[in-house]
C-alpha cells in the first residue's frame, strides 16, 4: 500500500462508507452547539433548546472515574507469568493516574464527550523514545550514575495521549 494512487483510493472508499455516519455526527453536533438552520421571517423570535447539550455534558460527568482499573491477562500459570501480570498492572495503573496531570484536557473525559455526543471515539497514544535518557552502563562502579539516571526517567513524561475527533478517523471496517 505504499502507491500514492491506492492511498488515495482507500481514503476515498473510506470517506464514502463513513459518510452516513459523519452525516449523523455532524447533525449531533449542529444540535449540541444549537446550530440550527431553521429560515424564519427576521423579526420572528425563535427559541433554541439547549436539552442535548445538557443531556450529553450531564452523563459525560456521570461517567468520570477517579480510579482507573487495569486488567492484563497473565501469559501462563507460572508463578513468573504472575508476577509479569501484577508488575505491568501497577505501570498500567500508574500511568493512567499521571495521565490527567500532564494534559490540559483531559484525554479520556474528552473521549467519554466524543462518545456521548457522536457515538465514536478515539485516542492516539504513542511513546516518545526521545524523551526517554539512555541508561547508564550497568556495575558496580556506576552506582550513583544509575540512581541520576533513575530520578531523571522519573521526572520525565514520554507519552502522549490525545483525543482524535472521530470525524477525521477513519479506521478500517470491522477492526476495534
Not at 444549537?34 to 452523563?59: E, F, M, N, Q
Not at 461517567?63 to 501469559?75: C, F, G, L, Q
Request: charged share 25%.
Amino acid at each position: 500500500m505504499s502507491d500514492p494512487g491506492q492511498l488515495s483510493a482507500l481514503k476515498a472508499h473510506l470517506e464514502q462508507y463513513y459518510a452516513s455516519a459523519h452525516a449523523n455526527m455532524q447533525q449531533a453536533d449542529d444540535v449540541y452547539h444549537r446550530r440550527y438552520r431553521y429560515k424564519v421571517p427576521y423579526d420572528v423570535p425563535l427559541h433554541l433548546d439547549s436539552t442535548a447539550a445538557l443531556i450529553v455534558d450531564g452523563l459525560r460527568d456521570q461517567i468520570h472515574t477517579d480510579e482507573p482499573r487495569v486488567e492484563v491477562v497473565a501469559a501462563g500459570t507460572s508463578a513468573e507469568a504472575r508476577r509479569n501480570k501484577a508488575l505491568l498492572e501497577m505501570a498500567g495503573h500508574h500511568i493512567m493516574r499521571e495521565i490527567p496531570l500532564h494534559f490540559l484536557v483531559h484525554p479520556f473525559q474528552q473521549a467519554a464527550h466524543d462518545l456521548l455526543l457522536r457515538g465514536a471515539t478515539c485516542i492516539k497514544h504513542v511513546i516518545d523514545m526521545g524523551e526517554m535518557p539512555d541508561p547508564p552502563m550497568a556495575g558496580p562502579h556506576f552506582k550513583r550514575e544509575y540512581k541520576e539516571w533513575e530520578i531523571s526517567r522519573a521526572m520525565q513524561w514520554p507519552f502522549v495521549v490525545k483525543p482524535i475527533d472521530p470525524m477525521v478517523a477513519l479506521p478500517a471496517p470491522g477492526f476495534r
